[in-house]
T-cell receptor, first 114, second 110 residues
Framework: DTEVTQTPKHLVMGMTNKKSLKCEQHMGHRAMYWYKQKAKKPPELMFV???????INESVPSRFSPECPNSSLLNLHLHALQPEDSALYLCASSQPTGGSHGYTFGSGTRLTVV | SQQGEEDPQALSIQEGENATMNCSYKTSINNLQWYRQNSGRGLVHLIL?????REKHSGRLRVTLDTSKKSSSLLITASRAADTASYFCATSGTASKLTFGTGTRLQVTL
């Protein structure tokens, strides 16, 4: 069982759709992350939130819009995606000390853009 | 961009054998972590070694770190079929970001 919950587990969306990915953690962590992972590749960092403020944006296209409503929730709003954005999107949380105790990952959302 | 490279890319062994995976990285680090990922699932944190540590054990796992060579190794002893997964090293520097290596796909057969 994971202590970071991601919904939905699977999502199929058209290129004109707007959808959101959700992530929730109740571990008391104050840093949360979005990663994107293509098949047979390592996860790539997209965004970092520390104390509910965006601290790192790894030059992600504006069609991906993160939001951190509170210390337990992290959303990723999707709009006008391209087929190449199809991937596994992973949320993670940690203490905000550079991951000095390891990250906890959710099971991911498998996104397909058609 | 990826911080490090892992080798081998793929490893196939029989149950009961030991599996060794190597990781090399490029810049200075605060710590190095190893994660396991079962097919299409989330990553599970296995072990963390700090930059001032040289070796660490956790159950059947042994991790070494050589900061002078910017390399680490993960040894899984007495492997089991359930150890079949992809294994990633990941480095953490001064910023709050974790950067993953290319990964090793381990197959343990009965």
């Amino acid at each position: 069982d994971t202590e970071v919950t991601q919904t939905p587990k699977h999502l199929v969306m058209g290129m004109t759709n707007k959808k959101s990915l959700k992530c929730e953690q109740h571990m008391g962590h104050r840093a949360m992350y979005w990663y994107k992972q293509k098949a047979k590749k390592p996860p790539e960092l997209m965004f970092v939130y520390s104390y509910e403020k965006l601290s790192i944006n790894e030059s992600v296209p504006s069609r991906f819009s993160p939001e951190c409503p509170n210390s337990s929730l992290l959303n990723l709003h999707l709009h006008a995606l391209q087929p190449e954005d199809s991937a596994l999107y992973l949320c993670a949380s940690s203490q905000p000390t550079g991951g000095s105790h390891g990250y906890t990952f959710g099971s991911g959302t498998r996104l397909t853009v058609v | 961009s990826q911080q490090g490279e892992e080798d081998p890319q793929a490893l196939s062994i029989q149950e009961g054998e030991n599996a060794t995976m190597n990781c090399s990285y490029k810049t200075s680090i605060n710590n190095l972590q190893w994660y396991r990922q079962n097919s299409g699932r989330g990553l599970v944190h296995l072990i963390l070694i700090r930059s001032n540590e040289r070796e660490k054990h956790s159950g059947r796992l042994r991790v070494t770190l050589d900061t002078s060579k910017k390399s680490s190794s993960l040894l899984i002893t007495a492997s089991r079929a359930a150890d079949t997964a992809s294994y990633f090293c990941a480095t953490s520097g001064t910023a709050s970001k974790l950067t993953f290596g290319t990964g090793t796909r381990l197959q343990v057969t009965l």
